[in-house]
């Protein structure tokens, strides 16, 4: 059961702008999450994926990568599962639409750079989008990708976002579990048995 969170005034949302929030990450995890970047919400609470109505946390449980749904005031709680959290671009806005292909592109290279340093056994990118812009992958698909980052393999999943109508969240939860099913079968990056 989550808790009630702290709900932001309009001056906290205002004085979020261009703010960041730390990453949930550490070394050899099962999945790191990449959202895009944070939203105002987050950016006020300093929680990700923090807005009520997005759907990260109602489908990471529904996926079966945690064994009850969490609230953005557990995210630290998931590292002990294997899980993390980044971000490809780190400045909170109000809407992606206000990041620029260069921010993009930066982020992706910073993104390169993290997962290299944290080498998880797999990076899922939560936005088509972002990760086509951020990777100069135009035609990239929702699903795992050809590429590697090292040994990670990379993923990309839908936006769980509220705003995302191209996916209800019974699909997006879908994506989430043929994620889990494939790093529950993969062993650990720089395993005897990769």
Not at 14 to 19: H, K, T
Not at 172 to 182: H, K, V
Not at 183 to 192: K, M
């Given at each position: 059961?989550?808790?009630?969170?702290?709900?932001?005034?309009?001056?906290?949302?205002?004085?979020?702008?261009?703010?960041?929030?730390?990453?949930?990450?550490?070394?050899g995890l099962?999945?790191l999450?990449?959202?895009?970047?944070?939203?105002?919400?987050?950016?006020?609470?300093?929680?990700h994926?923090?807005?009520?109505?997005?759907?990260?946390?109602p489908?990471?449980?529904?996926?079966g990568?945690?064994?009850?749904?969490?609230?953005?005031?557990?995210?630290?709680?998931?590292?002990?599962?294997?899980?993390?959290?980044t971000?490809?671009v780190?400045?909170?806005t109000?809407?992606?639409?206000?990041l620029?292909?260069?921010?993009?592109?930066?982020?992706?290279a910073?993104?390169v750079?993290?997962?290299?340093?944290?080498?998880?056994?797999?990076l899922?990118?939560?936005?088509v989008?972002?990760?086509?812009?951020?990777f100069g992958r135009?035609?990239a698909?929702?699903?795992?990708?050809?590429?590697?980052?090292?040994?990670?393999?990379?993923?990309?999943l839908?936006?769980?976002?509220?705003?995302?109508?191209?996916?209800?969240?019974?699909?997006?939860?879908?994506?989430?579990?043929?994620?889990?099913?494939?790093?529950s079968?993969?062993?650990?990056?720089?395993?005897?048995?990769?």
């Amino acid at each position: 059961m989550t808790r009630t969170a702290h709900r932001p005034t309009p001056e906290e949302l205002a004085a979020a702008q261009d703010a960041t929030i730390p990453d949930v990450a550490a070394p050899g995890l099962r999945v790191l999450f990449c959202g895009i970047n944070p939203g105002l919400w987050s950016g006020a609470t300093g929680r990700h994926f923090a807005r009520p109505g997005n759907r990260f946390w109602p489908a990471l449980h529904l996926s079966g990568f945690t064994p009850r749904r969490f609230g953005p005031d557990e995210q630290q709680e998931l590292i002990a599962l294997g899980l993390g959290i980044t971000n490809v671009v780190a400045r909170t806005t109000a809407k992606a639409a206000e990041l620029t292909p260069e921010e993009y592109r930066e982020g992706g290279a910073a993104l390169v750079e993290r997962v290299e340093r944290l080498r998880p056994r797999a990076l899922a990118v939560l936005g088509v989008g972002a990760y086509r812009t951020a990777f100069g992958r135009p035609k990239a698909a929702v699903g795992p990708q050809e590429h590697t980052i090292g040994e990670t393999r990379v993923w990309v999943l839908p936006n769980p976002s509220g705003l995302n109508a191209h996916y209800s969240l019974n699909a997006i939860a879908d994506e989430f579990r043929a994620l889990r099913t494939a790093v529950s079968d993969e062993p650990p990056p720089g395993s005897a048995d990769a």
